[in-house]
């Protein structure tokens, strides 16, 4: 079967995302902010930390993979004050949201994010073109594992 082009993508008059900052996406259920030994290395530095003090203080290893550690309250752990506290070089993975595969798979799995995250179809409007780089940087940078994201 031939690949699906952009052009054929359902969003191909683009979508909608800003941000409200509203924390719900760092805060409340029980996820995963899997990072990558180039973003924990990144954190680290802006930290002005050593990777031994960060890895010790903020990550958790649920298998193989590396994940912020998650505050028993279920905030992630550079969620304090109401804001990320490492936004600046915040993960892939939040970076990218919404624009993630499962996210973006279908109007309807768009809509359900749009319960849960008040930012979705307000603000920016994304054309095809850039959710399609979005997508690609997060297939390239996101190796996470299979489990439920944040
Ligand atoms: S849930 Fe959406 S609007 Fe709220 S902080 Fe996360 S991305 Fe921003
Ligand atoms: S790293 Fe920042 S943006 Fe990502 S979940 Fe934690 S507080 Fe939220």
Redesign the pocket.
Known sequence: MQARTPALRWYVEGLRFE????????TGEPGYVWVTDEETQTIAQFLGISLGEFGKKYLRRPGSHDSLIELPDGRCIFYTGNSCQIYAVRPSQCRT??FWQTVVASSESWQRCQK?????GKGKLFSAKEIEQILQTDMRENRRPKLYPR
Do not use: L, S, T
Not at 19 to 26: D, F, H, S
Not at 116 to 120: K, L, N, Q, S, T
């Open positions: 941000c409200q900052r509203c924390g719900a996406c760092c949201f919404p849960a995250c008040p930012g979705v």
